[in-house]
Structures are given as structure tokens and as C-alpha cells.
């Protein structure tokens, strides 16, 4: 079976400045992701791996190097062009959620939806995420699983070609965090979406269909699972 490819990264270099010194994020970053693949990119703290996220999602920009969305230049877009990319291309999860405290759960989720220009039924996404009873809970009603699958719900919501997780189980108890990578292959699985979780955990890499190691701004190794 042949599958297109969603991403394209080519010797990507990012360096952040601190006064004097001058940080290598990015390290010249070469890989091609695939239609449907669940991507995990296993790293120690300050290895680079958000840095990575970011430039993937659009939401900061390269000082050298290549990334193709599905053909499309990414690192030649300008603002509006990264605009249309973000709100079409990508759905974003974070380590602490990021919902908006006075929106209930379903208030939060059809604010996605109704952004993108494809939303999905509100409704639909949250009893997909196994909150059809908590659709009216705010989010400090909610246990940090639940709000995290709340998340969830948003970023699919929006009907993205990738989803993006920033370290999604970093704040939740290993019960919590097992029916969150369950979710997301799920996911992955049901509408083909190809997903991508950053991660520092090693036992959380086990669901990915390839592992990609970083070190020091690096992809040091790939790793194929079954
Ligand atoms: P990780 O997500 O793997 O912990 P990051 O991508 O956040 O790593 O950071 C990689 C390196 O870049 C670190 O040395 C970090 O301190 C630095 N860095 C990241 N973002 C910034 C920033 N906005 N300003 C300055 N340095 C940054
Ligand atoms: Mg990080």
C-alpha cells in the first residue's frame, strides 16, 4: 500500500538568542510523515521536541530548512498563509489543556468547530471522547483526564489533517493518561488522522506506529513498531 505524505521536513534549524548566548533548538531536521500515521517523538527536557511541534503547527517560524504540508511550503508562507494553515491544517493538545474556564465543555468544543471552515458536530466529538453526560460541566468541574479528553474533543472538532499533542499525558495519573493515548490511536485509527504526541515518557511511545528519537536539537534514531 502506498500513502501520500502529509509532512516533509528538510535540515530544519531554529536558534533562539538569550541576551548573549545563542540556543540550538533545531539541529537540521530531516523526516516524512505519512497519511494516518501515529507519530511519537521521544525526548529528555529541553531535547527540542516542542520547538519541533511548533514549526510544525505553524505557529513559529524556521531560520533555515524545508517544510512541505502535503506539497504546500510551509516555511514560505507568510501570516495569513500560516493563519489558513493553522485553523485548517492543525488541531493543537497541551500538557495543561487550555480550556477556557467560564465555557462549559460543550461551549468550549463548538468554539473550534466553529472556526474551522469543515467543524465537526459538537456533540457527536464529546460523546466520542466519552463525555455525553459532562457536555454542560465547566472545566473546574471536571477531573484533569476528563478536561484533557475535553481538549481532545476541541482539536478534533475543528476536523484537522494532523493533531498535534505537546506532552498530553504530562499532568495526568498513568490510569488517566493510558485512556488518553487509547483515545488518540482511536482516533488515529478511526478517521485516519495522522497524530503526533511529543513526549519525555518511554512507556507512552509503545502505541506509536513509529518512534522518532531527539536529542540536542537531533532525530538521533526512527524506530518502526510491528
Ligand atoms: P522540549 O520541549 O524538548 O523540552 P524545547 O523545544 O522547549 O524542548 O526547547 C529546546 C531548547 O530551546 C531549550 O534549550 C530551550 O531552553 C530553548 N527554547 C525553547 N523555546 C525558547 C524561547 N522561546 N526562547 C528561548 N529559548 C527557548
Ligand atoms: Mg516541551
Redesign the pocket.
Known sequence: MTRNKVLSARGLVKH?K?GEVS?K?LDGVDFDIYEGEFIVIL??????????LNMIGGMDTLDAGALLFRDKPVHEMDKKGLALYRRDAVGFVFQFYNLIPSLNAFENVALAAQISSRGLDVEKTLAEVGLSERMDHFPSQLSGGQQQRVAMARAIAKNPDILLCDEPTGALDSESSERVMQLLKTINRTYDKTVIV?T?DTDIATVADRVFH?ND?RLTDIECNG
Open positions: 533562539f538569550m540556543v533548538a525526548g529528555p527536557s529541553g531535547s527540542g521536541k516542542s520547538t519541533l511529543i519525555h531527539i536539537g
